[in-house]
């Protein structure tokens, strides 16, 4: 399938139109009218199957059932029902932080404030997204210890440009540390590297990474790659929290700044020898 297929597929998901309903209305949208018999060769689905969810397009407005001269056909409605499940689902999400504090004052006062040390684990890429997410916490700056050249090695790209958006607005400077001599491009949120982001390179032989750390605030949060699975540790805890910092500037002063070239985060070493 191709990319922008791919893409559709994820807003159509967004807006709540999933798994075999959003192949059926990409095929209808794409190809015009159709059979379900039609529907069904060209999707490979079973047409008791077929039915069963353009009833639910068809109640959803997405599709509607017309009579022609061979039978009933199926196409898509007008692009306007797509704007109406967006307002639905903006209309969710408003409702959703006018109740939100509620539930949060009630975690707040049965939570145990005076422990401040406490490990959490997650699994898998919504677990790591949680991680990533959870780092935009950072009050003003955000270390980290990177394997590979940037988030998007573990998620996709569109989450990945979401957290840079955001530490740019909430004005975070990240400071990653790398094993690796050469960046490519890898973001278009330009603002960030121009201003919130600097990188050095340190050498496998001093410092091999084998885990990825991020550090801010009084949390310690690693992970890595085991098998297909991504397992990640946030660690709360004051003292190890500062620890790590002065750590992390320990091998920043006898890293190699690298060089930015241009404005989407490719850099480079640039002279293997000096340091800075």
């Given at each position: 399938m191709s990319e922008k297929a791919d893409n559709n597929l994820e807003v159509l998901?967004?807006?709540g139109v999933n798994g075999d309903s959003a192949s059926i209305y990409l095929y209808l949208a794409k190809n015009g009218e159709a059979s379900a018999l039609g529907i069904s060769k060209a999707v490979d689905m079973a047409r008791t199957k077929v039915y069963r969810e353009l009833d639910k397009l068809i109640e959803a407005g997405l599709v509607e059932q017309v009579m022609g001269t061979r039978g009933f056909s199926f196409r898509v409605t007008?692009?306007?029902?797509?704007?109406?499940?967006?307002?639905?689902?903006?209309?969710?999400?408003t409702r959703l932080e006018?109740?939100?504090?509620?539930?949060?004052?009630?975690?707040?006062?049965?939570?145990?404030t005076t422990d401040k040390q406490r490990v959490t684990y997650f699994k898998g890429t919504e677990g790591f997204k949680q991680v990533t997410w959870n780092s935009l916490r950072a009050e003003r700056n955000l270390y980290i210890f990177e394997m590979a050249s940037d988030m998007s090695a573990y998620v996709d790209q569109s989450f990945s440009e979401e957290v840079r958006s955001e530490f740019v607005k909430r004005r975070i400077h990240v400071s990653q540390i790398t094993n690796l001599k050469s960046i490519p491009e890898y973001t278009d949120v330009t603002e960030l590297v121009t201003k919130y982001w600097d990188v050095r390179y340190v050498d496998p032989k001093v410092l091999k990474l084998t885990y990825e750390v991020l550090i801010y605030n009084d949390i310690v949060a690693m992970y890595n790659m085991r098998g297909n699975n991504i397992f990640c540790v946030e660690i709360h805890d004051e003292n190890l929290a500062t620890m790590?910092?002065?750590?992390?500037?320990?091998?920043?002063?006898?890293?190699?700044?690298?060089?930015?070239?241009?404005?989407?985060?490719?850099?480079k070493v640039v002279d293997s020898t000096s340091k800075v």
């Open positions: 998901g967004r807006l007008g692009s306007e029902y797509l704007n109406a499940l967006l307002a639905k689902k903006k209309s969710e999400i006018e109740e939100l504090p509620s539930l949060q004052k009630m975690i707040s006062l049965n939570s145990n790590q910092k002065q750590l992390f500037n320990y091998v920043w002063e006898s890293s190699k700044k690298m060089q930015m070239v241009g404005e989407h985060g490719e850099a």
